[in-house]
C-alpha cells in the first residue's frame, strides 16, 4: 500500500507563489511516476504536472508550463509542486498521486495513477 499526504495549499494572491508537497510512504521502490492534478468546481479533472521516479524528466501541460515546477526527493520519498506566477484560474483542489504500475512515454493520464491524496485547497485571490 501506497499512502500520499499533501500539505502546503492556501489563498494567495494573484501573481504570488505557493509550494506544495507530498509525502509517500510505502513502496516506495515500485514508483514509476509521480503527478499532480487539480479539480476546480464544476470542472473535470485536470493534469497538472508528473516526474519519473528514475531519471526525474518531466510533463506538464500548456497551461502550466513555465510557471508551476514538479521535483522530488527521492531519499525523502517526497514530491513538490512549485507554483509561480499564480493565476485565478489555478484555484482548484490539487491532489497527489503515484503510479506503481505503468511506465509510459507520458505520465498526463489519471487512469496510469493507482494511489491518490486526499488533496490540499488552492485559492487564488484576483
Known amino acids: 500500500q501506497v499512502q500520499l499526504v499533501e500539505s502546503g495549499g492556501g489563498l494567495v494572491q494573484a501573481g504570488g507563489s505557493l509550494r506544495l508537497s507530498c509525502a509517500a510512504s510505502?513502496?516506495?521502490?515500485?514508483?514509476?511516476?509521480m503527478g499532480w492534478f487539480r479539480r476546480a468546481p464544476g470542472k473535470e479533472r485536470e493534469f497538472v504536472a508528473a516526474v519519473r521516479w528514475s531519471g526525474g524528466s518531466t510533463d506538464y501541460p500548456d497551461s502550466v508550463k513555465g510557471r508551476f515546477t514538479i521535483s522530488r526527493d527521492n531519499a525523502k520519498n517526497t514530491v513538490f509542486l512549485q507554483m509561480n506566477s499564480l493565476k485565478p484560474e489555478d484555484t482548484a483542489v490539487y491532489y497527489c498521486?503515484?503510479?506503481?504500475?505503468?511506465?509510459?512515454?507520458?505520465?498526463?493520464?489519471?487512469?496510469?495513477?493507482?494511489?491518490w491524496g486526499q488533496g490540499t485547497q488552492v485559492t487564488v485571490s484576483s
Open positions: 510505502g513502496r516506495a521502490f515500485s514508483y514509476k511516476s
Open positions: 498521486a503515484a503510479n506503481t504500475r505503468y511506465y509510459s512515454n507520458s505520465y498526463y493520464s489519471p487512469t496510469l495513477y493507482d494511489y
